[in-house]
């Protein structure tokens, strides 16, 4: 008896390797060979569309890159367009998923306008913001009208802080229904009785959303904001679209960004590749310790 369940589980063990492996070969190859082939490069002189053996320089990329201003700077951009689209979306996420699934009616309805911006790509999204960030566009003239100043052009696409403002408005527009969804399932997981007994017990609507639906709320909660701000650092497709459009560089120009034009531009492999590996470093860090601070709340 103990043979015949010893070979069923056997059997069941062949056969999980039979639909795992495609999946490693496949990760192997597409994922794990690049990640330590841009290791590899960093510490080689690898010039794009160049046949030349690729020469060791040790840490000399490492200490160009580091030392580089243009480096900083994208650092500079990357955190500042991160903060503004990160908390926001971390926050309102939150609001509009609580909203929605407190609403009685017309929830289905706000479910598709909210979430609609999700299913257009981001070269669309930018598309369309362009129009609306041009100086005759509607984002001038709803400003000028709240604001009584006829006329004015607030600069959406030349000036620094607007530049950082209007890329975060973007991606905030686009993906904020995404993360209410997410929240709004989170909240529709927890259990009916829970509610009911802290209705029954006399709680507000104020004391259940701080003592009930957050704390169980709070495993959603930190993958949302790990997954927002995971997004926003590797954001890309609308910073690019506004620089071909003759927006500056400097505010624009962050980490995503100068990874493409080093390696494509410059045709520097390596420093691309080195700039690759500081925003993974960077991102795993941040990741850990949210996870962190969020397994401490618990």
Known sequence: MRNKVYSIERKKARWGWFFVVPALVFFALFSLYPMLNALWNTFHNVKLLSNRKPEFVGFRNYAYVLSSPEFWNSMKATVIFTLMSFIPLSVFSFLFGLVMATRKT????????????????????????????????????AVNFLMQTPGIDHKWLTKASMLYMSTAIIYFWKYIGYFSIIILTGIAKIPESI???????????????????????????????????????????????????????APLNVLTLNIYQT?????????????????????????????KVSERKH
Not at 116 to 140: H, K, M
Not at 203 to 220: E, S
Not at 276 to 285: A, E, Q
């Open 106 to 141: 017309g929830t289905k309805i706000m479910q598709l306008i909210i979430y609609s911006p999700a299913i257009l790509s981001s070269v669309v999204a930018a598309l369309i913001w362009l129009i609306l960030f041009d100086p005759r566009g509607l984002a001038n003239s």
């Open 195 to 249: 509610m009911e007994a802290a209705t029954t017990d006399g709680a507000n609507a104020r004391q259940t959303v701080c003592h009930i639906i957050m704390p169980l709320l709070k495993p959603t909660t930190a993958m949302v904001s790990i997954v927002a701000m995971l997004n926003c650092m590797k954001s890309f497709s609308t910073q690019y679209l506004f620089t071909q459009r003759g927006a500056p560089n």
């Open 263 to 291: 390696a494509m531009r410059d045709r520097n492999i390596s420093r691309a590749c080195v700039m690759s590996f500081v925003l993974f470093i960077i991102m795993m860090v941040l990741t850990v310790i949210r996870m």
